[in-house]
């Protein structure tokens, strides 16, 4: 098994130290989709959802939220984010949200990119619940990330 790096030698909960390791480009990419019925998708296509624009609040929350990961994940490294994009796609019945986060650094950022991803579907839910409150979030994974000690990784299709 692989030995916990967030676990000192007595057990004890510690934040990695990553001070000795070289700084390398870093991005992750992120995704999840939120499924609801056609008339919120439609709503929120044409801008008509009664809190208005869902998808310019939930790209700003997804934003905000990659750099507030530090605060709301235990022991994550607060990082100097050199980037973050949210964007969206209409599917069938779904919206889906794709996050990215980039920085150079000692550690990587999937967890940015992964909270981004889950804030702006939140938030999507929040925006739109007055038109379908059983909006269901899920998928939401870890798609690619690239740079540090283990290199590149790519989720299976």
């Excluded at 939220?65 to 984010?81: F, G, N, V």
């Excluded at 209409?90 to 981004?116: D, H, I, P, R, Y």
């Amino acid at each position: 098994m692989t030995r916990l790096t967030h676990l000192n030698a007595d057990g004890a909960a510690r934040i990695v130290d990553v001070g000795s390791k070289p700084e390398t480009a870093r991005k992750a990419i992120a995704s999840g989709r939120i499924t609801m019925s056609e008339m919120a998708l439609a709503a929120i296509r044409d801008g008509d959802a009664p809190k208005g624009d869902v998808l310019a609040a939930a790209r700003i929350a997804g934003i905000m939220a990659a750099k507030k990961t530090a605060d709301l994940i235990p022991l994550c490294h607060p990082l100097p984010l050199e980037s973050v994009t949210v964007e969206f796609a209409f599917e069938q019945s779904a919206l889906s949200v794709t996050a990215s986060a980039t920085l150079t650094g000692k550690t990587g950022v999937e967890m940015e990119a992964m909270t981004a991803a889950c804030v702006a579907l939140l938030t999507i839910y929040d925006m739109a619940k007055a038109l379908d409150k059983g909006m269901v979030i899920e998928q939401v994974r870890l798609i690619a990330k690239d740079g540090g000690k283990s290199g590149p990784w790519r989720a299976q299709p």
